[in-house]
């Protein structure tokens, strides 16, 4: 069984860091994409960050140059290392990714529940 737990949100003042990580849990043959994505009150789900299985990056506009992801395929983990806090960066983040189980399964997506960033102003 798939578990991916995120950590490491919470509440801080703008100009503030916050670093998440999102452990996933369970034997993968594989994993792909890995990405943070982020849900603010009112709006619809947006990709923050996303890494490949290559250790490529790519950002949402907003975050660029405040955000850097990475991960630790050891460990199955994603880290989002985040700089200069805005108020609008407040959100539910999750994590997800790609991943097959076994060689001749199909490729998933998993997800975490959520943990909450708070940037006050």
């Known amino acids: 069984q798939v578990q991916l737990v995120e950590s490491g949100g919470g509440l801080v003042q703008a100009g503030g860091s916050l670093r998440l990580s999102c452990a996933a849990s369970?034997?993968?043959?594989?994993?792909?994409?890995m990405g943070w994505y982020r849900q603010a009150p009112g709006k619809q789900r947006e990709s923050v960050a996303v890494?490949?299985?290559?250790?490529?990056?790519n950002y949402a506009n907003s975050v660029k140059g405040r955000f850097t992801i990475s991960r630790d395929n050891a460990k199955n983990t994603v880290y989002l290392q985040m700089n200069s806090l805005k108020p609008e960066d407040t959100a539910v983040y999750y994590c997800?990714?790609?991943?097959?189980?076994?060689?001749?399964?199909?490729?998933?997506?998993?997800w975490g529940q959520g943990t909450q960033v708070t940037v006050s102003s």
């Open positions: 997800k990714l790609k991943g097959r189980l076994r060689s001749w399964y199909n490729e998933y997506e998993y």
């Open positions: 369970g034997s993968f043959f594989s994993i792909n994409d």
């Open positions: 890494i490949t299985s290559g250790g490529s990056t």
